[in-house]
């Protein structure tokens, strides 16, 4: 079978049916395939069916990897609200919009007593997540450091989406395990605040541009704050020229060109 439910996916308490997938929305976003699984967890004999949707993604299309069962848009097990019956994704998936994601997902109220055949009142809802804000590395006062697996690359600027109380630095880390002057930690300037587009830059170097098709690695030292990913870009814009799923304001084709003029979009459709 080439995807589906299985017995890592939690069972309602009050039916305990094994879970089945009822329904899969997939789109590309930056360097993978976004997945939302509709998860039917059996059938009440009072309510409409519960489905609910939550996350996965694949880095092939074929081989799909879901961390996470929770749900990401689950029902109410309150009777009378809007998502009550069930919810499922639209086809699309998410839109960017400026440093967010828009998921609209549509939901019934379902009708108590009506098993199957009360759906109720059909809505359209949305759920809103901070742009790349599926999972994050995260640290408290104790300092933590992430080291990436090798990578190569063919821009010039490092970018980093992050929520920074304490202090992020990086450096990069040659082949031979070494760091790579002048990309060390101590020539680092620390990025502190929120942004979801923030360039890293060193004292002595203007960019990455004697890096490109090397492999290394890069390593963050994060105090007090969450990571939540980074990309090398040809611009100064942060422009990540990966895919923007449904698309979104400021957005001129399938990938992200534009970089920090998508908030200024935002802005102005408002």
């Not at 519960?50 to 029902?75: I, K, M, Q």
Request: aromatic share 10%; proline share 6%.
């Amino acid at each position: 079978m080439w995807v589906g439910a299985d017995e890592a996916d939690p069972r309602r308490d009050d039916l305990k049916t094994p879970c089945e997938l009822y329904n899969l929305d997939c789109v590309s976003y930056e360097s993978l395939t976004l997945g939302l699984f509709t998860i039917w967890r059996g059938q009440p004999k009072d309510r409409a069916k519960p489905n609910e949707v939550c996350l996965g993604y694949s880095r092939d299309g074929f081989h799909w990897y879901r961390p996470d069962r929770r749900a990401f848009v689950p029902v109410s097990e309150k009777p009378g609200d809007w998502n009550w019956g069930n919810v499922q994704s639209a086809g699309g998936c998410c839109l960017v919009v400026g440093d967010k994601l828009y998921f609209y997902v549509s939901g019934r109220t379902g009708v108590p007593g009506k098993g199957t055949t009360g759906s109720g009142t059909s809505s359209t809802g949305l759920a809103i997540l901070r742009r790349d804000g599926f999972a994050s590395m995260a640290a408290g006062n104790t300092a933590g450091t992430l080291t990436t697996r090798p990578v190569r690359f063919t821009g010039d600027h490092l970018f980093v989406n992050a929520v920074v109380k304490g202090e992020l630095c990086a450096e990069v880390i040659g082949g031979d395990g070494k760091v790579v002057e002048p990309f060390t930690r101590a020539n680092c300037k620390p990025i502190r605040g929120d942004s979801t587009i923030k360039q890293v830059q060193w004292k002595g170097a203007n960019d990455l541009s004697s890096l490109p098709h090397k492999t290394v690695k890069f390593r963050f030292h994060l105090t007090d704050g969450q990571l939540y990913s980074f990309w090398v870009s040809p611009e100064a814009s942060g422009a990540s020229h990966g895919y923007v799923a449904a698309g979104g304001p400021g957005f001129t084709g399938p990938t992200d060109t534009v970089g920090r003029q998508t908030e200024s979009a935002q802005a102005t459709s408002r």
